[in-house]
């Protein structure tokens, strides 16, 4: 069966998708987890929340608001990027937890612990991580994809801005707040990663004649035909001056004699 896509473009967003819905359906029919397995800043018991706070969701509305457009953009991110996905994914993954784990819940904007959990660190990932390489490699095909990732997820700046700053951009996901801390992570993550692998991956084309040692034999012989024939052209025109100098020479030398 011949797919319009690559196999592992539908299978690895699927695999990422299915153990955080397989954790929800168990939590919404009464098996509860002890404790938080999310991030709790900067504590010890927190940590483990660094590989496991993307799996689990509040409620409806959190899970669903993050399952389509992780789908979406780990679809993006490996059709794009390919094996360079896998990178970005695993690895984002493991930094922004960790960034998230020491940003959290700064003293200087509330004074309370929070548990942080949910894809949406990974979402920001891939978002800020297709936009930043598309305007860093500054290929045009990568630079659109940039451009359609700005007109649908723009609006996700917002969720990077303290809701104890901007109060009227408190946002409710089930009972609890959004953490624009793990979405900072994410961001911040994806624009890094978008940086360190800007060598790695489609690059904008180089027109052929800019590439070191660029060399091709047809040019060459083009060129020489070209040199050969100015060269032509200029002895003919010489010939041609001093044939007038001479006929000139001679014209005066019988008005002379007459």
């Known amino acids: 069966m011949n797919y319009p896509f690559p196999k592992k473009t539908l299978v690895i967003p699927i695999l990422l998708l299915i153990p955080m819905w397989i954790i929800f359906l168990f939590q919404i029919n009464g098996y509860e987890t ?23 969701h509040s409620g409806w509305k959190h899970i669903l608001s993050n399952t389509f457009p992780l789908a979406f953009l780990s679809f993006l991110a490996l059709l794009l990027y390919d094996r360079l996905a896998y990178y970005v994914i695993f690895f984002g993954w493991i930094i922004s937890g960790i960034l998230l784990w020491i940003i959290g819940n700064p003293t200087f904007l509330d004074d309370h612990v929070s548990c942080h959990i949910g894809a949406s660190t990974i979402v920001y990932l891939l978002a800020s991580f297709i936009f930043f390489s598309g305007v860093i490699r500054k290929e045009r095909g990568l630079m659109a994809v940039s451009l359609i990732i700005i007109v649908l997820y723009g609006g996700m700046i ?35 990663f978008a940086y360190l692998f ?24 083009l060129w020489n035909t070209y040199l050969e024939q100015e060269r032509e052209k ?25």
Request: charged share 25%; with cysteine; net charge negative.
């Open 34 to 56: 002890s404790g938080c397995y999310g991030v709790i800043p900067r504590t010890f018991v927190g940590l483990k929340g660094i590989l496991f706070s993307p799996l689990f």
């Open 158 to 192: 917002w969720g990077m801005v303290p809701q104890e700053i901007l109060p009227q951009l408190k946002s409710e996901v089930g009972n609890n707040s959004i953490s624009w801390e793990g979405h900072l992570s994410g961001f911040i993550t994806g624009a890094f």
């Open 198 to 221: 800007r060598k790695i991956g489609p690059q904008k084309e180089v027109p052929k004649w800019d590439q070191e040692n660029y060399y091709d034999p047809r040019e060459e012989q």
């Open 234 to 258: 200029a002895e003919y025109l010489n010939a041609l001056n001093e044939k007038d100098n001479e006929d000139y020479f001679d014209n005066d030398s019988d008005n002379l004699v007459k």
